[in-house]
Each structure stands twice: as structure tokens, then as C-alpha cells.
């Protein structure tokens, strides 16, 4: 067995970003693994959004570089970084109410070679199936995938938002406040998905302002302030109190 220690899945070296005369980040230098939960945390203004935002393809760092599985990483749009492995699940809704749950889940990865069409999308069986099958990873909650996604629980509405990012396999993913509008049973139904996906392999970067929930699924937590990361706490290192501190910027 060899003993050369392995590569970074996502290498962030010197990323930098301004707004006009506000410098947003400054100088981001960060590494993440294979199968890792890393929160990201700080007041609203401190950048780590941003990041986000630039991991995701939605925004273009000004300076510095991003490597991904060892390649370099420069995604133009959020298509090109799903791509290339990585999704993001916005605390926003990104649900079309007059789609089905179905037609949601595959939003984006439409095939023009389905027989079907409704709505003005395309898709066809196996394209149906892989929906079915991304849900399940999700929740092993019953949905009709036929029913219009308007008429769905807000519960069952994330899911379908995680089950699409998913349908792409993606290497890294993004969750920015996810259990925002989720009851207790679905939080910790969430809690256990996210689990799950990391002893699948996959790196999750979890944004939240609830410490109690950081605690729960974090391996490591990374502050940010003015731009800047200020601190790294591992697993074991931090309790709710510190976090809480730790978003304060303190």
C-alpha cells in the first residue's frame, strides 16, 4: 500500500473577489477531501456566500485558482460545474410549480429523444426512472411524481431539489441552509441524507447559521469574516457556543 499521501478532491488557492470598491474576498486559500462535511459559517456580509457562488459557476473570481479532482477548475456558468461535479442547492426555491415532481427532478437534463411531451419539456422512461431513482437516495418517503410540484410539502420540495442536483452524480455538493422551512422529522431525515452521502464518497459543503445542526453533521467548520477565513475548527474542537462565537466573527 502506498504511503504518498492523496490529493485534495477541491483545491481553492488565493481566490479573490470585489465588488466596486469592496473587497468580498480576500486571498481564500482552502482544501477539501473525498467524503467531508465542511460548514461554512459567518455573518451575512462575510464572503463565505460568495464563495459559494464561485464554486457553484454563478460567479467569476477575479483572482487566484480553483483545482477539482486535480484539474483546473473555472466553471462559466452553473451548467459547466455541474458538469464537471459540482451542484448546488440554493436556500432559494427552485421549484416550477406547474411541473410535476418528475419534471422537476430532471429540469436540466432533459433528453430530446423522449416521446413525451409535456409542458414544453422533453423526456422519456429511463429519463422518469433516473428521477424516481434520485428521489430515493433523498427520502424513502412515497411521492407521486405525476402530481404537480406546487401542490408538494415544503419538505418534499427540497428533496426534490436535492434529488436534481444528485441526478447529475456531482463529486461536490453545495447545500446552503437546508433545512430551512423543513419540520423536525425532515431535518433529521436530512441530517441522515447528508450522512449518507458522505460515506458515499461525496464532499458537502453545508452553510448554515444554526449551530445546533453544524454539530450534528459537521467534520469541520470554517469561519469567515470581512472576506477573510479566520479560523478552523475540526470535530471535536467546537461546540455550540464557539460556533456561535465563531459566526459573530469573534
Not at 502506498?2 to 482552502?30: A, C, H, W, Y
Not at 460567479?59 to 485558482?65: K, Q, V, W
Not at 431513482?133 to 405525476?146: K, N, P, T, W
Amino acid at each position: 500500500m502506498s504511503d504518498t499521501p492523496q490529493s485534495p478532491l477541491l483545491k481553492i488557492e488565493g481566490i479573490r473577489k470585489r465588488f466596486g470598491d469592496t473587497l468580498v474576498l480576500n486571498e481564500i486559500t482552502l482544501e477539501a477531501s473525498t467524503g467531508e462535511i465542511i460548514a461554512v459559517v459567518g455573518e451575512n456580509g462575510s464572503g463565505k456566500s460568495t464563495l459559494m457562488r464561485i464554486l457553484s459557476g454563478s460567479l467569476g473570481a477575479d483572482g487566484g485558482t480553483m483545482r477539482l479532482q486535480s484539474k483546473i477548475y473555472a466553471p462559466q456558468n452553473p451548467k459547466e460545474a455541474l458538469r464537471k461535479g459540482m451542484a448546488m442547492v440554493s436556500q432559494d426555491e427552485t421549484i416550477c410549480p406547474e411541473l410535476t415532481a418528475a419534471e422537476n427532478i430532471v429540469l436540466g437534463n432533459e433528453t430530446a429523444s423522449g416521446r413525451n411531451h409535456h409542458l414544453g419539456i422533453l423526456w422519456d422512461k429511463p429519463l422518469l426512472e433516473r428521477a424516481k431513482g434520485a428521489y430515493s437516495r433523498v427520502s424513502s418517503a412515497l411521492i407521486d411524481f405525476q402530481k404537480g410540484a406546487g401542490l408538494l410539502s415544503g419538505g418534499q420540495r427540497k428533496s426534490v431539489m436535492i434529488a436534481r442536483a444528485l441526478l447529475s452524480s456531482p463529486t461536490v455538493l453545495i447545500l446552503d441552509e437546508p433545512t430551512n422551512a423543513l419540520g423536525l422529522s425532515e431535518q433529521n431525515e436530512l441530517f441522515e441524507l447528508v450522512r449518507r452521502l458522505k460515506q458515499q464518497g461525496l464532499c458537502i459543503f453545508y452553510v448554515s447559521h444554526k449551530p445546533a445542526e453544524i454539530t450534528e453533521v459537521a467534520d469541520r467548520v470554517v469561519g469567515f469574516k470581512q472576506g477573510r477565513i479566520t479560523k478552523t475548527l475540526r470535530k471535536g474542537e467546537f461546540d455550540e457556543t464557539r460556533l456561535m462565537r465563531l459566526m459573530m466573527g469573534t
